[in-house]
Protein backbone atom coordinates (compact mmCIF):
# COMPACT_ATOMS: atom_id res chain seq x y z
CA UNK A 1 0.00 0.00 0.00
CA UNK A 2 1.74 2.91 -0.93
CA UNK A 3 2.44 5.48 1.81
CA UNK A 4 0.90 9.32 2.07
CA UNK A 5 2.81 11.62 2.53
CA UNK A 6 2.23 14.83 5.18
CA UNK A 7 2.55 17.34 2.96
CA UNK A 8 -0.34 16.07 0.55
CA UNK A 9 -2.83 15.56 3.46
CA UNK A 10 -1.83 19.26 4.51
CA UNK A 11 -3.21 20.69 1.48
CA UNK A 12 -6.13 18.27 1.38
CA UNK A 13 -7.37 19.75 4.55
CA UNK A 14 -6.45 23.10 3.17
CA UNK A 15 -8.97 22.79 -0.03
CA UNK A 16 -11.46 21.37 2.34
CA UNK A 17 -11.35 24.40 4.28
CA UNK A 18 -11.37 26.66 1.67
CA UNK A 19 -14.38 24.91 0.18
CA UNK A 20 -16.54 25.68 3.43
CA UNK A 21 -15.24 29.01 3.19
CA UNK A 22 -16.68 29.64 -0.01
CA UNK A 23 -19.89 27.89 1.07
CA UNK A 24 -20.44 30.21 4.27
CA UNK A 25 -19.41 33.38 1.87
CA UNK A 26 -21.73 32.56 -0.69
CA UNK A 27 -19.21 31.05 -3.24
CA UNK A 28 -17.13 34.16 -3.36
CA UNK A 29 -13.77 33.88 -4.21
CA UNK A 30 -11.63 36.35 -2.37
CA UNK A 31 -8.72 37.93 -4.41
CA UNK A 32 -6.17 37.77 -1.85
CA UNK A 33 -3.74 39.96 -4.26
CA UNK A 34 -5.95 43.31 -3.44
CA UNK A 35 -6.02 42.60 0.04
CA UNK A 36 -9.23 40.98 0.67
CA UNK A 37 -9.20 38.84 4.50
CA UNK A 38 -12.68 39.13 5.62
CA UNK A 39 -12.36 39.59 9.53
CA UNK A 40 -15.15 37.21 10.51
CA UNK A 41 -14.58 37.30 14.37
CA UNK A 42 -17.94 39.46 15.86
CA UNK A 43 -16.14 39.17 19.34
CA UNK A 44 -13.32 41.36 17.18
CA UNK A 45 -15.76 42.99 14.96
CA UNK A 46 -17.38 44.71 18.43
CA UNK A 47 -13.93 45.10 19.94
CA UNK A 48 -13.13 47.15 17.42
CA UNK A 49 -16.46 49.32 17.13
CA UNK A 50 -16.51 50.16 20.99
CA UNK A 51 -12.63 51.39 20.20
CA UNK A 52 -14.12 54.06 18.24
CA UNK A 53 -16.35 55.28 20.62
CA UNK A 54 -19.38 56.22 18.30
CA UNK A 55 -21.97 58.35 18.57
CA UNK A 56 -25.68 58.38 17.22
CA UNK A 57 -25.17 61.41 15.05
CA UNK A 58 -21.83 60.17 13.48
CA UNK A 59 -20.87 59.69 9.98
CA UNK A 60 -18.26 57.02 9.95
CA UNK A 61 -16.11 55.62 6.78
CA UNK A 62 -15.13 52.13 6.46
CA UNK A 63 -12.55 51.23 3.63
CA UNK A 64 -12.58 47.54 2.11
CA UNK A 65 -16.07 46.50 4.02
CA UNK A 66 -15.83 43.24 2.59
CA UNK A 67 -19.09 41.05 3.05
CA UNK A 68 -19.94 43.99 5.53
CA UNK A 69 -19.26 41.97 9.08
CA UNK A 70 -18.36 45.21 10.44
CA UNK A 71 -20.43 47.55 8.19
CA UNK A 72 -23.83 46.43 9.69
CA UNK A 73 -22.28 46.62 13.18
CA UNK A 74 -20.98 50.31 12.57
CA UNK A 75 -25.00 50.93 10.68
CA UNK A 76 -26.46 49.87 13.59
CA UNK A 77 -24.34 52.60 15.73
CA UNK A 78 -23.86 55.54 13.44
CA UNK A 79 -26.14 57.81 11.55
CA UNK A 80 -24.48 57.02 8.32
CA UNK A 81 -21.73 54.84 6.58
CA UNK A 82 -19.59 55.38 3.85
CA UNK A 83 -17.81 52.18 2.65
CA UNK A 84 -15.82 52.46 -0.22
CA UNK A 85 -14.94 49.08 -1.76
CA UNK A 86 -13.01 48.43 -4.68
CA UNK A 87 -14.89 45.09 -6.03
CA UNK A 88 -18.11 45.05 -7.75
CA UNK A 89 -18.55 41.63 -6.89
CA UNK A 90 -18.42 42.77 -2.95
CA UNK A 91 -20.27 45.81 -3.48
CA UNK A 92 -23.71 43.68 -4.47
CA UNK A 93 -23.27 41.40 -1.76
CA UNK A 94 -23.17 44.54 0.63
CA UNK A 95 -25.98 46.03 -0.99
CA UNK A 96 -27.89 42.00 -0.89
CA UNK A 97 -27.17 42.16 3.27
CA UNK A 98 -28.61 45.65 4.44
CA UNK A 99 -31.11 45.65 1.15
CA UNK A 100 -35.27 45.64 2.57
CA UNK A 101 -34.00 46.54 6.34
CA UNK A 102 -33.96 50.13 7.72
CA UNK A 103 -30.47 49.98 7.80
CA UNK A 104 -30.34 50.63 3.56
CA UNK A 105 -30.74 54.30 3.80
CA UNK A 106 -28.47 55.01 6.05
CA UNK A 107 -25.40 53.18 3.46
CA UNK A 108 -23.54 54.88 1.05
CA UNK A 109 -21.10 52.59 -1.04
CA UNK A 110 -18.59 54.05 -3.26
CA UNK A 111 -17.31 52.09 -5.69
CA UNK A 112 -13.70 52.43 -6.22
CA UNK A 113 -10.00 53.21 -5.15
CA UNK A 114 -9.95 55.15 -2.17
CA UNK A 115 -6.17 56.49 -3.01
CA UNK A 116 -7.88 58.09 -6.03
CA UNK A 117 -11.09 59.20 -4.38
CA UNK A 118 -12.03 62.13 -2.43
CA UNK A 119 -12.95 61.72 0.93
CA UNK A 120 -15.83 63.45 2.02
CA UNK A 121 -16.48 64.93 4.76
CA UNK A 122 -17.09 62.32 8.14
CA UNK A 123 -16.48 61.86 11.58
CA UNK A 124 -14.70 58.81 12.33
CA UNK A 125 -13.21 56.33 10.05
CA UNK A 126 -13.07 52.36 11.12
CA UNK A 127 -11.96 49.72 8.77
CA UNK A 128 -10.19 46.67 8.25
CA UNK A 129 -7.47 47.97 5.72
CA UNK A 130 -5.72 46.00 2.80
CA UNK A 131 -2.50 46.25 3.87
CA UNK A 132 -1.29 47.32 0.65
CA UNK A 133 -2.50 50.66 1.11
CA UNK A 134 -1.21 51.25 4.27
CA UNK A 135 0.79 53.99 4.48
CA UNK A 136 -0.34 56.21 1.72
CA UNK A 137 -3.97 55.92 3.23
CA UNK A 138 -3.04 57.06 6.56
CA UNK A 139 -1.36 59.97 5.33
CA UNK A 140 -4.10 60.76 3.22
CA UNK A 141 -6.52 60.73 6.30
CA UNK A 142 -4.01 62.67 7.87
CA UNK A 143 -4.32 65.41 5.42
CA UNK A 144 -7.72 65.26 5.20
CA UNK A 145 -9.97 68.83 5.49
CA UNK A 146 -12.08 68.97 7.77
CA UNK A 147 -10.48 67.19 10.53
CA UNK A 148 -12.58 63.82 11.68
CA UNK A 149 -12.11 62.92 15.52
CA UNK A 150 -10.43 59.86 15.02
CA UNK A 151 -9.32 56.41 13.57
CA UNK A 152 -9.19 53.07 14.30
CA UNK A 153 -7.74 51.14 11.82
CA UNK A 154 -6.41 47.31 11.20
CA UNK A 155 -3.07 46.88 9.89
CA UNK A 156 -0.32 44.56 9.61
CA UNK A 157 1.56 44.00 12.41
CA UNK A 158 5.21 45.23 11.66
CA UNK A 159 3.22 47.79 10.50
CA UNK A 160 1.07 49.03 13.72
CA UNK A 161 4.70 48.89 15.45
CA UNK A 162 5.91 51.29 13.27
CA UNK A 163 3.44 53.78 13.73
CA UNK A 164 3.71 53.99 17.73
CA UNK A 165 7.82 53.20 17.92
CA UNK A 166 9.34 56.11 19.76
CA UNK A 167 13.08 57.60 19.62
CA UNK A 168 15.22 54.72 20.27
CA UNK A 169 13.10 51.91 19.47
CA UNK A 170 14.57 49.70 16.51
CA UNK A 171 11.07 49.88 14.62
CA UNK A 172 11.85 53.98 14.65
CA UNK A 173 11.70 55.72 11.57
CA UNK A 174 10.14 58.08 8.89
CA UNK A 175 6.93 57.01 9.05
CA UNK A 176 6.80 57.38 12.90
CA UNK A 177 8.26 60.70 13.20
CA UNK A 178 5.42 62.03 10.48
CA UNK A 179 2.42 60.35 11.85
CA UNK A 180 3.26 61.12 15.12
CA UNK A 181 4.10 64.70 14.24
CA UNK A 182 0.30 64.99 12.77
CA UNK A 183 -1.59 62.54 15.22
CA UNK A 184 -1.49 60.92 18.84
CA UNK A 185 -1.04 57.12 17.59
CA UNK A 186 -2.36 54.12 20.27
CA UNK A 187 -1.70 50.66 19.52
CA UNK A 188 -5.36 48.88 21.30
CA UNK A 189 -4.91 45.39 20.36
CA UNK A 190 -3.48 42.44 18.59
CA UNK A 191 -5.49 40.06 15.85
CA UNK A 192 -4.20 36.88 15.03
CA UNK A 193 -4.03 35.54 11.63
CA UNK A 194 -7.31 32.66 12.11
CA UNK A 195 -9.61 35.81 13.04
CA UNK A 196 -9.82 36.21 9.04
CA UNK A 197 -10.94 34.55 6.00
CA UNK A 198 -9.26 34.00 4.21
CA UNK A 199 -6.16 33.80 6.79
CA UNK A 200 -3.57 36.44 5.87
CA UNK A 201 -0.04 35.67 6.39
CA UNK A 202 1.06 37.57 8.67
CA UNK A 203 -0.29 39.12 12.06
CA UNK A 204 -2.27 42.12 12.29
CA UNK A 205 -2.65 44.83 15.34
CA UNK A 206 -5.49 47.89 15.74
CA UNK A 207 -4.30 50.88 16.25
CA UNK A 208 -6.32 54.08 16.91
CA UNK A 209 -5.67 57.69 15.67
CA UNK A 210 -6.33 61.33 15.96
CA UNK A 211 -5.44 64.10 14.46
CA UNK A 212 -3.95 67.03 16.30
CA UNK A 213 -6.14 70.12 15.93
CA UNK A 214 -4.63 72.61 15.38
CA UNK A 215 -1.97 71.09 12.78
CA UNK A 216 1.85 71.99 13.93
CA UNK A 217 2.07 74.75 11.75
CA UNK A 218 4.72 73.90 9.50
CA UNK A 219 5.10 73.02 5.64
CA UNK A 220 4.51 69.34 5.56
CA UNK A 221 6.13 68.45 2.28
CA UNK A 222 8.91 70.64 3.02
CA UNK A 223 9.35 68.59 6.34
CA UNK A 224 9.02 65.13 4.79
CA UNK A 225 11.35 65.95 2.22
CA UNK A 226 13.79 66.47 5.18
CA UNK A 227 13.22 63.78 7.28
CA UNK A 228 13.20 61.30 3.67
CA UNK A 229 16.92 62.72 3.89
CA UNK A 230 17.69 61.82 6.84
CA UNK A 231 16.60 58.49 7.63
CA UNK A 232 17.40 57.07 3.89
CA UNK A 233 20.40 55.47 5.39
CA UNK A 234 19.63 55.06 9.37
CA UNK A 235 23.34 53.94 9.62
CA UNK A 236 24.80 57.03 8.33
CA UNK A 237 25.99 60.08 9.83
CA UNK A 238 23.52 62.88 9.53
CA UNK A 239 26.36 65.14 7.96
CA UNK A 240 27.24 61.99 5.75
CA UNK A 241 23.99 61.65 4.65
CA UNK A 242 23.35 65.81 3.38
CA UNK A 243 26.72 65.55 2.11
CA UNK A 244 25.76 62.89 -1.20
CA UNK A 245 26.53 64.31 -4.47
CA UNK A 246 22.81 63.83 -4.96
CA UNK A 247 21.18 65.74 -2.17
CA UNK A 248 24.13 68.28 -2.89
CA UNK A 249 22.78 69.23 -5.73
CA UNK A 250 19.62 68.81 -5.38
CA UNK A 251 20.06 71.46 -2.31
CA UNK A 252 21.74 73.79 -4.62
CA UNK A 253 18.57 73.04 -7.30
CA UNK A 254 16.25 74.10 -4.75
CA UNK A 255 18.25 76.91 -2.87
CA UNK A 256 18.46 78.29 -6.60
CA UNK A 257 14.61 78.37 -6.68
CA UNK A 258 14.06 79.52 -3.29
CA UNK A 259 16.10 82.47 -3.89
CA UNK A 260 14.78 83.45 -7.18
CA UNK A 261 11.01 83.47 -5.67
CA UNK A 262 11.85 85.14 -2.73
CA UNK A 263 14.40 87.90 -3.96
CA UNK A 264 17.28 87.30 -1.89
CA UNK A 265 20.88 87.33 -3.20
CA UNK A 266 22.18 84.04 -3.67
CA UNK A 267 25.96 82.89 -2.78
CA UNK A 268 28.25 81.95 -5.93
CA UNK A 269 29.80 79.54 -3.75
CA UNK A 270 26.97 76.62 -2.55
CA UNK A 271 29.39 74.58 -1.19
CA UNK A 272 30.01 76.84 2.32
CA UNK A 273 26.72 77.15 2.30
CA UNK A 274 25.86 74.01 2.73
CA UNK A 275 28.50 73.36 5.43
CA UNK A 276 26.38 75.55 7.35
CA UNK A 277 23.12 74.07 6.49
CA UNK A 278 24.20 70.55 7.38
CA UNK A 279 25.63 71.75 10.93
CA UNK A 280 22.19 73.56 11.66
CA UNK A 281 20.38 70.71 10.58
CA UNK A 282 22.67 68.27 12.60
CA UNK A 283 21.48 70.62 15.66
CA UNK A 284 18.09 71.16 15.13
CA UNK A 285 17.84 66.89 15.18
CA UNK A 286 19.86 66.66 17.91
CA UNK A 287 17.53 69.03 20.18
CA UNK A 288 14.26 67.49 18.55
CA UNK A 289 15.73 63.90 19.97
CA UNK A 290 15.95 64.91 23.29
CA UNK A 291 12.83 67.04 23.73
CA UNK A 292 11.21 63.90 22.11
CA UNK A 293 10.64 66.19 18.62
CA UNK A 294 8.57 68.68 19.98
CA UNK A 295 9.04 70.94 16.86
CA UNK A 296 7.38 73.90 17.72
CA UNK A 297 9.21 75.01 20.70
CA UNK A 298 12.80 75.30 18.41
CA UNK A 299 10.48 76.83 15.38
CA UNK A 300 10.69 80.32 17.06
CA UNK A 301 14.38 79.84 18.56
CA UNK A 302 16.16 78.75 15.66
CA UNK A 303 14.43 81.35 12.93
CA UNK A 304 17.01 80.34 10.05
CA UNK A 305 16.06 77.26 9.95
CA UNK A 306 13.03 78.32 8.14
CA UNK A 307 15.27 79.47 5.01
CA UNK A 308 16.87 76.47 5.19
CA UNK A 309 14.06 73.99 5.11
CA UNK A 310 12.35 76.31 2.41
CA UNK A 311 15.63 74.84 -0.34
CA UNK A 312 14.13 70.83 0.28
CA UNK A 313 10.12 71.64 -1.39
CA UNK A 314 10.74 69.90 -3.81
CA UNK A 315 12.80 66.77 -2.11
CA UNK A 316 12.17 62.84 -3.80
CA UNK A 317 14.81 60.85 -2.82
Request: proline content about 6%; hydrophobic content about 40%; some cysteine.
Amino acid sequence: MPKIKAGASGRCRERQQQRRELKSAGGLMFNTGIGQHVLKNPLIVNSIIDKAALRPTDVVLEVGPGTGNMTVKLLEKAKKVIACELDVRLVAELHKRVQGTPLASKLQVMVGDVLKTDLPFFDACVANLPYQISSPFVFKLLLHRPFFRCAVLMFQREFALRLVAKPGDKLYCRLSINTQLLARVDHLMKVGKNNFRPPPKVESSVVRIEPKNPPPPINFQEWDGLVRITFVRKNKTLSAAFKSSAVQQLLEKNYRIHCSVHNIVSRKCFCCFNNLFCFKMSLYFLFCFIYHYKILNFEHSIGSLKDSMSCLTSTRT
